[in-house]
């Protein structure tokens, strides 16, 4: 079963603006990933952030994570038209080291130039 | 970062045959690999984790004797959907984790289609 819930499940936006994507989860996590999927390709890692943190920053990117709602957000700034993509979370135990994930249902986001 | 293969990109098939796809990985040695399975519009989801040299390990509600996963090597694991049909027709996503890197890698995923 999935374990997040994200929102909004599609947004749409002018280039330029930023945009928003919240991801809730239900059991408690070690950290949480966040990935963007190219329409019909594989995934590509965007930023981990460890239950222990509040925020992280990459570049344009913003995740926050708020362990006592399970819930975390990401931000992406300035917003370009190849940013358009899904954009998963993904929580998940360990497996003989490797990550057991565990993901969202996704914010499809649309850049429009 | 490492890369991690996945051959065919895409592939059509009649029903009722038999469809391998690899995974691998290609500058690194992988103990531990995940199959996904994505439909249109939606999640991916977890089918199981393929161990090398042992047998994979399924999530509930997918059924190990059609969907066969081999993890012969350190950077290879193969999926086979046996007997496949219409709805076996999805986008099938690998990843693998490198210890050397203690980092999981994902595949750019295959295609089915089954007819």
């Known amino acids: 079963s999935q374990q997040g819930e994200e929102d909004p499940q599609a947004l749409s936006i002018q280039e330029g603006e930023n945009a928003t994507m919240n991801c809730s989860y239900k059991t408690s996590i070690n950290n949480l990933q966040w990935y963007r999927q190219n329409s019909g390709r594989g995934l590509v890692h965007l930023i981990l952030i460890r239950s222990n943190e509040r925020e992280k920053h990459s570049g344009r990117l913003r995740v926050t994570l708020d362990t006592s709602k399970k819930s975390s957000s990401l931000l992406i700034t300035a917003s370009r038209a190849a940013d358009t993509a899904s954009y998963f979370c993904a929580t998940g135990g360990l497996y003989r080291g490797a990550q057991k994930l565990v993901f969202g249902q996704g914010t499809r986001l649309t850049i429009n130039p | 970062g490492a890369v991690v293969s996945q051959h065919p990109s895409w592939v059509i098939c009649k029903s009722g045959t038999s469809v391998k796809i690899e995974c691998r990985s290609l500058?690194?040695?992988?103990?531990?690999m995940f199959w996904y399975r994505q439909f249109p519009k939606q999640s991916l989801m977890l089918m199981a984790t393929s161990n090398e040299g042992s047998k994979a390990t399924y999530e509930q509600g997918v059924e190990k004797d059609k969907f066969l996963i081999n993890h012969a090597s350190l950077t290879l694991s193969t999926l086979t959907v046996t007997s496949a049909h219409p709805e076996d027709s999805s986008f099938y996503i690998c990843?693998?984790?490198?210890?050397?890197?203690?980092?999981?890698?994902f595949g750019p995923g295959t295609r089915l289609t089954v007819l």
């Open positions: 990843s693998a984790y490198g210890s050397s890197y203690n980092e999981q890698f």
């Open positions: 500058d690194f040695q992988a103990t531990t």
